[in-house]
């Protein structure tokens, strides 16, 4: 085990139980994925507004787990503030979102979409299939039309 793992490892164990952590659960009402927080409605308490998706707030590269509306949560009170918490835990997901600079990978039921930039795969890919269908038309016509209904099927 590294010096990294022990000195986490010694700290967990020797402080587990004394961080107080705050944890309440609700359902989700909606979501702003511009800020990526959403309302969570509690019952018997108040609606908790603008939870956070993530620990911390950041705008740049992320990843975020977005819960479906109507899904039960537990949402993480940060520093005992009532009115400031973040999604610990969802039900159920609408989809992930990966986020390194201009590249993105978002993952949901229907299939992926991976972009960087103004490029996306789905767009390459079925640029490809056009260009080989030009010149290799004769070929395969249907096998490529086919191949080309499979990427859009995954790629969204």
Known sequence: MSSTEELLNR??????????ADVTTGTVKDIDED??????????RPTLYRVRLNAVEYTGDRFVLIPKEG?????????????????LA?????????????????????????????ETLK???????????????????????ALKIRINALLI
């Open 71 to 87: 899904s039960y949560v537990l949402v993480c009170m940060i520093e005992g503030d009532g009115a400031d918490g973040y999604l």
């Open 123 to 145: 767009a390459i890919l079925n640029d490809m299939i056009d260009q080989v269908l030009k010149v290799y038309a004769p070929k395969d016509v249907p096998g490529l039309t």
């Open 90 to 118: 969802t039900s159920e997901i609408e989809k992930l979102v990966f986020a390194i600079d201009t590249t993105e990978l978002q993952v949901l039921a229907g299939g992926f979409s991976i972009k960087r930039g103004d």
């Open 35 to 44: 800020t990526y927080t959403c309302t969570v409605e509690r019952e018997d």
């Open 11 to 20: 700290f967990a164990t020797k402080h587990i139980g004394k961080i107080p």
